[in-house]
């Protein structure tokens, strides 16, 4: 297959999303090719996270279509584990064991789930974890680590299971200020080395350095789908101008 016949990563198609009577996602329509770097803006409460955890099906759609790598989202069961071991995923909080230390954490999934030998998958997680720049803190545990760390070890678990598209829902909104910018550095790198990764985040500076393109999301809608340049140079839409108005300025 040529990458122009290719299934895309991502593709979205119709996807409706209701919380109660609230209509969270509208009709959404996506497609993310496979090395894309896609970042997602928008005011909060716009459908940002949900947009993100629809696609490895942590909240389910009412209709529409999601596929990854051309294959339909399935409901449960193995099927689904097989596809989310596919899609990794890096949320705000970290979510690591507490009990185990940073190697044995990035080394958990791939002998559970891929059933890869301990001392293979401790070579990956040291290479992982150097990678983004912790080796030397693999023996500690997590309450021993700053916040951007922990992260940073999040990161090299959502890698080990060698994942086709990493998904990243504010990864760094929980963080304090000094401690975004060695996050988003792990980042900007992946993304250069061709991950293809959807990422909502409010860092404006990522998404003009790291994005091949810029979805602008308002009440559960794609208002804008362009490159950087042209989303903070010339925003088409009032509600993105506005946006943009907003934390520009400070």
Known sequence: ????????????????????????????????????????????????????????????????????????????????????????????????????????????????????????ARKTAMELLERVGIANQADKFPAQLSGGQQQRVAIARSLAMKPKVMLFDEPTSALDPEMVQEVLDV????????????????????????ADRVIFMADGEVVEDSTPEEFFSAPKSNRAKDFLGKILTH
């Open 187 to 210: 980042m900007t790198s992946l993304a250069k080395e061709g991950m293809t990764m959807l990422v909502v985040t409010h860092e404006m500076g990522f998404a003009r350095k790291a």
């Open 1 to 120: 297959m040529t990458a122009a016949s290719a299934p895309p990563m991502i593709r979205m198609a119709g996807v409706d999303k209701f919380f109660g009577p609230l209509h969270v996602l509208k009709n959404v329509q996506l497609e993310v090719p496979k090395g894309q770097v896609v970042v997602v803006l928008g005011p909060s409460g716009s459908g940002k996270s949900t947009l993100c955890r629809t696609i490895n099906r942590l909240e389910p759609i009412d209709s529409g279509v999601i596929e990854v790598d051309g294959q339909p989202l399935p409901a449960e069961g193995k099927e689904l584990a097989r596809l989310r071991a596919d899609v990794g995923m890096v949320f705000q909080s970290f979510n690591l064991f507490a009990h185990k230390t940073i190697v044995e954490n990035v080394m958990l999934a791939p002998t559970k789930v891929r059933k890869i030998p301990a001392a293979e």
